[in-house]
């Protein structure tokens, strides 16, 4: 017995498998980040701007978690009410991108940001472990 599978049918199926896996990767991602607005900041912090669906952003934090060095971040979610507080409070790095590797972008929030409190230097976007390994210590 042959089954035959018209286009239309053929399209609605590739359709739900390329949605299913949009929304396994969407889903996968969310939740896997800690959400810190709220509690306080210390010297010591580096405070880490992201969005839930930043892939940079979730790069990043994986490559952060895998170098132990996750207790250092203050985690600042640009998404969420909570955290607007905190990102007014440091506008100068966060959104206009004083001290930055990015000194020319126009005022706004790239993700990821991180931000040394200590020493008040920006990083905008994805880093090599070598590259945040080297941001974390020029931080202390």
Known sequence: MIIEIKPNTLGILILVIIVCVVGYFWFS???TYRLDCGKPITEQ?????YTQTCPHCHADWMKIQELGLSE???MIDAG????GEI??????YII?????NYQN??????T???VCIYNNVTYIGEQTNDDLISFFDDCR
């Open 112 to 114: 990821p940001t991180k």
């Open 45 to 49: 912090d580096i405070l880490f701007v």
């Open 96 to 100: 206009d991108h004083k001290n930055s």
């Open 87 to 92: 990102i007014t409070t440091y506008s100068d």
């Open 29 to 31: 991602r969310k939740n």
């Open 105 to 110: 972008a126009p005022p706004g929030i790239f």
């Open 80 to 83: 969420n009410e909570r955290c």
């Open 72 to 74: 250092q971040i203050y």
